[in-house]
């Protein structure tokens, strides 16, 4: 069984940055793709970002050039940097991992983190 654990979200000025991290035990994290979501406040859960464990990465548009995903194989480790925030981009973050590509839809996620909250105050 898959667990993920989130760390990282706090509070933080508008324009300001956040690393997120999470971490990955259990099973055989190799062939495994991660993303990230977040869900607002009334909102729908939304896709940000994905990687795989070979380095592909792709971004919802209305994060590209502000946040990088990235993934550290030894420590079974992904993180997602997040600058220039936004008021926007106040949400729980949630990690999740599934079985390879690039999916952006929840839905194709298997495991999933309890969330991390990031509130970006003006």
């Known amino acids: 069984q898959v667990q993920l654990v989130e760390s990282g979200g706090g509070l933080v000025q508008a324009g300001g940055s956040l690393r997120l991290s999470c971490a990955a035990s259990g099973g055989t994290l190799s062939s495994y793709s991660m993303g990230w979501f977040r869900q607002a406040p009334g909102k729908e859960r939304e896709f940000v970002a994905a990687i795989t464990w070979s380095g592909g990465t792709s971004y919802a548009d209305s994060v590209k050039g502000r946040f990088t995903i990235s993934r550290d194989i030894a420590k079974i480790t992904v993180y997602l940097e997040m600058n220039s925030l936004k008021l926007e981009d106040t949400a729980v973050y949630y990690c999740?991992?599934?079985?390879?590509?690039?999916?952006?839809?929840?839905?194709?996620?298997?495991?999933w983190g309890q969330g991390t909250q990031v509130t970006v105050s003006s």
């Open positions: 999740a991992a599934t079985f390879g590509g690039l999916p952006e839809t929840e839905f194709s996620y298997l495991y």
